[in-house]
């Protein structure tokens, strides 16, 4: 079994920084992806970032330049960095990762539990 857990969400003011990050446990074997998403209530989810192994990045809709996505590869750790926050990017944000686990010929998808994000205007 495979958790992730987010860290890092709270209160900011606008135009402060916030950098969440979410770690991947349990018998992992490799993370091709680890993905960004959030959600405000009465809405779906939608993509914030996502990372692969290899570094490619992609980003939703209007959001690259404030959000920045990173991975430690060795601590199956993905971080987002969001500057300049605005009282729109409140939401909470869960992790998402697609990942073989040990002995696996195929990836599942894990979610965190998610973590809140609140702007004040």
């Known amino acids: 079994q495979v958790q992730l857990v987010e860290s890092g969400g709270g209160l900011v003011h606008a135009g402060e920084s916030l950098k969440l990050s979410c770690v991947a446990s349990?018998?992992?074997?490799?993370?091709?992806?680890m993905y960004w998403f959030r959600q405000t209530p009465g809405n779906q989810r939608t993509l914030v970032a996502v990372?692969?192994?290899?570094?490619?990045?992609n980003y939703g809709d209007s959001l690259e330049g404030r959000f920045t996505i990173s991975r430690d590869i060795a601590k199956n750790t993905v971080y987002l960095q969001i500057n300049n926050l605005k009282p729109e990017d409140a939401a909470t944000y869960y992790c998402?990762?697609?990942?073989?686990?040990?002995?696996?010929?195929?990836?599942?998808?894990?979610w965190g539990q998610g973590t809140q994000v609140t702007v004040a205007s």
């Open positions: 349990g018998s992992i074997d490799n993370i091709p992806n």
């Open positions: 990372m692969t192994t290899s570094g490619v990045t």
């Open positions: 998402h990762a697609l990942v073989y686990t040990v002995g696996a010929t195929r990836a599942t998808n894990y």
